[in-house]
């Protein structure tokens, strides 16, 4: 049938299309020799000149307004999700949206779980403080427990002091709530008592698995400024110029929701992943500039994770703690890795941007260009062609590669966060390096 909304739609992308190339239908993989081969001017992106820039965002606008101006009904309901999506993500129309939101949190008890996961991340990321009254009264009614774990940090981040009230909600209404890896990071989120994490230059020092290279992503709490992402080579030591000074690049590994990482779309979560690869995406967002390949356990197999081709034992969070050192093998916040990929989270990708960073002017991360929880890294292009002019993607991912000398990129990635304020310093993480011993 086709609505009002759909004959809206298909005019804009009508008026867009001719600006914007297709999208590749397929993906390509790099070996390492490929991917040092490569040049920031290899890659366009006509989305990027300011001409494709300037129709897409035209195209989102037009689409965010044609889905608020649907009547009350199904149509608008079904159109809610995806109009919370684009006006994150060009902060366009917050205003006028809201009050759609507003309306339809009072619903949500009677809608499916993916209905309610939608529509309490848009709370969550745009309207965490007006919604709090009735995602309260709606929290008893989720049975589910994504949602009702995004519930219950959308009120948090309104007002911490929900929390004694989601710590003495959770065990009455998910008895078994150590079984979920969502709640058992929901739980350790609002506990009572909170334990200093061990040194983290004791995790930069930790061998992983010998002769693999490693990144290690220093991020503040909260994900709100720009963290700082190292190499650590084959041989056990952090990259550094010629000149002796460290590696140390900014990336970004905040999520439009803001949500922890073992919510779907949430931050980058804490702890190890492996790398087994690198390639070109297909999502419009990340756009043509090659990532590396990061994988959850659960998500990549036990062998996989290992990079052997021989069986190995079945996933435990014992196999996951054999990678930290003996102080980090009890740390809750280093396990969050862990449970997010118990909790089905994949595909967090080491990647470059094709959001104009201009979209979050103003932000604590400026100029990051936070996503749907992966690890960003800035790119350069020119406002007239769409060329790359410069990429810090591709500095990493090629300094990984060269750092590695492995064919096939194999290896390893660490994310921790970095207590302090501001934007993570070279000059902290040199300081972390030194006291390392790397």
Same mark, same amino acid.
């Given at each position: 049938m086709i609505t009002r909304l759909s004959i809206a739609l298909l005019a804009v992308a009508l008026a867009a299309c001719t600006s914007l190339k297709p999208q590749p239908a397929t993906e390509k993989r790099y070996s390492a020799a490929e991917l040092l081969a490569l040049k920031p001017g290899d890659f366009s992106w006509p989305a990027m000149s300011t001409t494709g820039e300037r129709a897409q965002r035209e195209a989102a606008l037009a689409d965010i307004r044609a889905r608020i101006a649907l009547p009350p009904g199904s149509e608008r309901d079904a159109a809610l999700p995806k109009l919370f999506d684009l006006v994150a993500q060009y902060n366009l129309e917050i205003d006028t949206a809201r009050p759609l939101l507003l309306?339809?949190?009072?619903?949500?008890?009677?809608?499916?779980?993916?209905?309610?996961?939608?529509?309490?991340?848009?709370?969550?990321?745009?309207?965490?403080?007006?919604?709090?009254?009735?995602v309260q009264s709606l929290l008893p009614q989720l049975t589910a427990s994504k949602p009702f774990a995004i519930a219950a940090y959308t009120l948090k981040a309104a007002n911490p002091g929900y929390a004694e009230f989601i710590r003495d909600l959770?065990?009455?209404?998910?008895?078994?709530?150590?079984?979920?890896?969502?709640?058992?990071?929901?739980?350790?989120?609002v506990a009572l008592v909170r334990v200093s994490a061990p040194p983290v230059e004791e995790l930069l020092a930790a061998p992983l698995r010998p002769g693999y290279p490693a990144l290690y992503s220093l991020q503040r709490p909260g994900r709100a400024q720009m963290?700082?992402?190292?190499?650590?080579?084959?041989?056990? *030591?952090? /990259?550094? =110029?010629a000149f002796g000074r460290l590696f #140390?690049?900014?990336?970004?590994?905040?999520? @439009?929701?803001?949500?922890?990482?073992t919510i779907t779309n949430g931050n980058t979560p804490q702890g190890i992943f492996t790398i087994v690869g690198a390639g070109t995406a297909t999502n419009p967002n990340i756009g043509p500039t090659p990532y590396l390949h990061s994988k959850l356990p659960i998500e990549a197999t036990p062998?996989?994770?290992?990079?052997?081709? *021989?069986? /190995?034992? =079945?996933?435990?969070?014992?196999?996951? #703690?054999?990678?930290?050192?003996?102080?980090? @093998?009890?740390e809750p916040s280093i396990k969050e890795a862990w449970l997010a990929g118990r909790a089905g989270r994949d595909e967090l990708l080491v990647h470059g941007t094709t959001l104009n960073p201009a979209y979050y002017a103003g932000?604590?991360?400026?100029?990051?260009?936070?996503?749907q929880g992966c690890m960003i890294s800035n790119e350069d292009w020119d406002p007239a062609t769409g060329r790359l002019l410069a990429s810090r993607q591709l500095t990493l991912a090629q300094t990984y590669a060269a750092a590695g000398a492995r064919p096939d990129l194999a290896g390893y990635l660490v994310v921790v966060e970095v207590a302090g304020a501001g934007p993570v310093t070279p000059a902290e993480a040199q300081s972390l390096v030194t006291l390392a011993g790397r």
């Open positions: 309306q339809a949190l009072p619903t949500l008890a009677s809608r499916d779980a993916d209905y309610q996961r939608a529509l309490l991340t848009a709370a969550r990321t745009l309207y965490a403080v007006e919604s709090q009254g009735v959770v065990p009455r209404q998910f008895p078994q709530w150590r079984d979920d890896p969502r709640l058992v990071a929901l739980m350790d989120d963290g700082l992402v190292l190499v650590r080579g084959a041989d056990g *030591r952090f /990259v550094r =110029d #140390a690049q900014p990336q970004l590994a905040l999520s @439009r929701s803001g949500l922890p990482g062998a996989e994770f290992e990079h052997v081709d *021989r069986l /190995v034992a =079945d996933w435990s969070e014992a196999a996951y #703690a054999s990678f930290l050192p003996p102080s980090w @093998r009890d932000t604590s991360y400026f100029p990051g260009t936070p996503q």
